[in-house]
């Protein structure tokens, strides 16, 4: 909170009320730590498109609460175009995420089409969102 204050130009009392103003009303909505993906052995990172057979509530349902299970789909979201969803995964390794494709991925039965991307680095990664004042 005292790097927060010195940062913003506030006193460490104005500060602390503030980010306490800001976690009631929602705005903060937790804390996390950001770890080193390849620090903890996660070498790659794949973004994967899917297609589902249909638009049914129970295709859609299936798919997400499949994904929802597997915590190496680090984000999924509901996109437009030709796909209906973007995830992205990261793997220890080529083999690693294989695996969770053959055995994991392709076994969701909602799913049509899939299509990989290898991500082969990162120009620039979610730091926070972006507020105007």
């Not at 909170?1 to 705005?27: F, I, N, P």
């Not at 190496?72 to 494709?101: P, Q, W």
């Amino acid at each position: 909170m005292a790097r927060l204050s010195e940062q913003v130009g506030l006193s460490l009392s104005a500060c602390h009320r503030r980010v306490k103003m800001l976690e009631a009303d929602g705005k903060i909505s937790h804390y996390a730590a950001r770890l080193n993906r390849k620090r903890v052995g996660l070498e790659i990172q794949v973004f994967i498109e899917a297609k589902l057979l249909s638009q049914r509530r129970e295709d859609i349902e299936a798919f997400e609460d499949a994904i929802r299970e597997m915590p190496e789909v680090l984000e999924c979201h509901l996109i437009s175009g030709e796909f209906d969803y973007l995830m992205r995964v990261a793997a220890r390794n080529t083999e690693d995420y294989e695996k969770l494709y053959r055995d994991r991925l392709t076994l969701i039965p909602s799913v049509a089409q899939m299509k990989t991307l290898l991500c082969l680095s990162t120009v620039k990664e979610f730091r926070g969102f972006h507020l105007q004042d």
